[in-house]
Structure formats: structure tokens, C-alpha cells
């Protein structure tokens, strides 16, 4: 049973799978950022850092969209995206 007194976790993932012949799944999810030690504040960790490196990424929340409503997701997206870019001209 869920908390309805804990903190939300903030997705910053997602993935999408088709579903059946119909539908799609919408996985959001969070991964936290690594901690390096030994390297100085803003200082780039090094590739042998980073080679090793593996991040969970913990689901969050999993929606199943039939295509249609992909389509309209997309659509509003869109519609989002081209009124930024007409605002940072």
C-alpha cells in the first residue's frame, strides 16, 4: 500500500515498449546521479570512472497507452515544442 504521506519521486527516465498490437507501455523513472570520490569539485570524472560504472534506474510509474492516445501525446508534444522554439526566437 502506498504512503500517501511520502515524497514523490521525480522520474527523470523513460522508456517505451510496445505492448501488445495495440498499445505501448510508458516507464518513467529515476536514476540518481553518482558520487565521485577523489576528484575536485567540477572536475570531470575520467573514462576508467566512468567505464565501470553501472546506475540503477528504480520505475516510478508504468502507463499502458493505446496507440491513439500515443498519437496524441505526440501531437500535444509537438504542438509544445514548436511554441518554445517560436518563443526563443
Known amino acids: 500500500m502506498l504512503d500517501p504521506s511520502s515524497i514523490p519521486v521525480p522520474a527523470n527516465q523513460i ?3 510496445v505492448g501488445d498490437a495495440e498499445s505501448v507501455y510508458l516507464t518513467f523513472g529515476h536514476v540518481n546521479p553518482p558520487v565521485f570520490d577523489g576528484i575536485e569539485s567540477g572536475a570531470a570524472p575520467t573514462p576508467e570512472m566512468l567505464s565501470s560504472l553501472t546506475l540503477a534506474v528504480i520505475p516510478v510509474s508504468q502507463i499502458l497507452l493505446p496507440f491513439s492516445k500515443l498519437v496524441e501525446l505526440r501531437e500535444k ?3 509544445i515544442l514548436g511554441q518554445v522554439q517560436e518563443s526563443a526566437k
Open 77 to 79: 508534444i509537438d504542438g
Open 15 to 17: 522508456i517505451i515498449q
